[in-house]
């Protein structure tokens, strides 16, 4: 059924069978189940379905979301009698994709059960399962095991190993990857040239491999609570739903399987956890040096510069002084000396200045300020390539470091 008023039709008018199977599914793996509100309140209202079905609902969203990774375990809602209606859990599991970027990605499988119980001979259940994507392999598996028996449990042992196999190859993935990291981090050189850089890409894989590796704790021991609590059902449920004395025992040898295999799981994640986090220090102090160290490097080239700046200081200082001191008689002798001026004329007049004085003006004032031109562009000139020297020490400095 593909649109909400035939499944809503079919429901209400269609055959009730002992053991009905709803399964919705995504158009795709990367949407929400579209699920409309008015089929889903009919549907619930029909079905006396509990409202806390609207959990399942909501955590199908794009993809699996990290702030609920620690949501899901199975709840368990009892009637009046003390039977048990309503019963719905939250599987996250990994699964294996044809992708060169992401060989894996996390896919979620919402379960719930509800036992209408009439007498010994007539009792209906409910199942209800929500899919992150179309044909999924649950639900061949699903069809075939109805047919087979109608064991309340050992249905829910059948979800629970279809989804719990595939975490240990994702594991060994995960851990693949970060092993490869380890042989790098461990054995980088950080005196070497390109060892900064090296190591800054090993720390970005890091903090990624950290950001996918901290839900996964939180969204194990969820279904750690969901296999516990399945361990309880088995005396909350009525015999006649328990199947054979054999379905019984095979049940609770599955279910502490179940449990060891996740615990065996949480701890093999917290392990990869603990080596990310200490080779993440190892990295970060070994950046941490190396930073130091190109910092030691320019202040040893500041060092340098202003030593130099100090001592060129200081010849300037001593070379003005000198002609400061001389500067006042050499211009006063220079000017006199010239033929410009007479001390004693023929006539026996005293001090007298030439009437071609003004061609000592035209061409001193041209070039005192030539002279002054010359200088300023010296120095702008010396500026530049102080700083080109800057530049430049800098960059061996990196390059080296």
Not at 318 to 334: D, E, G, N, Q, R
Request: net charge neutral; glycine share 4%.
């Amino acid at each position: 059924l593909t649109d909400a008023e035939s499944a809503t039709v079919h429901i209400a008018t269609g055959e009730q069978p002992s053991t009905r199977v709803v399964s919705i599914c995504s158009r795709s793996s990367l949407r929400p189940l579209g699920l409309p509100k008015d089929f889903l309140h009919r549907w619930m209202d029909h079905s006396h379905i509990h409202p806390e079905l609207y959990d399942l609902v909501l955590s199908f969203g794009w993809k699996p979301k990290n702030c609920d990774a620690g949501a899901g375990g199975m709840s368990i809602k009892r009637s009046a009698s003390g039977i048990v209606p309503d019963t719905q859990y939250l599987i996250t599991f990994p699964e294996a994709v044809q992708s060169l970027t992401t060989p894996w990605t996390m896919r979620q499988v919402g379960v719930y059960h509800q036992y209408i119980p009439h007498d010994e001979q007539d009792s209906r259940s409910l199942w209800v399962f929500f899919h992150a994507k179309p044909n999924s392999q649950i639900q061949d598996n699903l069809e075939c095991s109805i047919k087979g028996h109608n064991s309340v449990l050992q249905i829910h042992v059948l979800v629970l190993s279809m989804h719990l196999k595939s975490w240990r190859w994702y594991l060994d993935s995960l851990n693949t990857d970060f092993e490869k990291i380890v042989d790098i981090a461990v054995t980088i050189d950080f005196t070497e040239q390109n060892a900064y850089q090296t190591g800054s890409e090993l720390l970005q894989k890091l903090q990624h491999f950290e950001d996918i590796i901290l839900p996964l704790v939180p969204r194990l021991r969820s279904t750690l609570t969901t296999v516990a609590t399945l361990c309880r059902l088995k005396c909350l449920i009525p015999d006649s739903q328990l199947g054979s004395y054999e379905d019984q025992a095979i049940y609770m040898d599955e279910t502490d399987s179940f449990r060891t295999q996740i615990q065996g799981y949480i701890d093999s994640t917290e392990l990869m956890k603990k080596r990310s986090q200490r080779i993440l220090d190892i990295l970060t102090a070994g950046l941490n040096l190396q930073n130091q160290k190109k910092g030691l490097g320019f202040s040893n080239v500041m060092v340098s510069l202003a030593k130099d700046t100090v001592e060129d200081s200081a010849t300037v200082r001593v070379v003005t002084i000198v002609t400061l001191i001389y500067l006042p008689a050499s211009f006063v002798s220079s000017l006199l000396g010239t033929n410009l001026f007479v001390f004693q004329t023929t006539d026996g007049s005293g001090f007298q200045a030439s009437e071609q004085f003004w061609i000592f003006v035209v061409i001193s004032v041209p070039l005192t300020m030539l002279t002054v031109g010359s200088w300023f562009f010296y120095t702008k000139r010396r500026a530049t390539m102080s700083r080109r020297k800057v530049q430049n020490v800098s960059q061996d400095d990196l390059e080296r470091a």
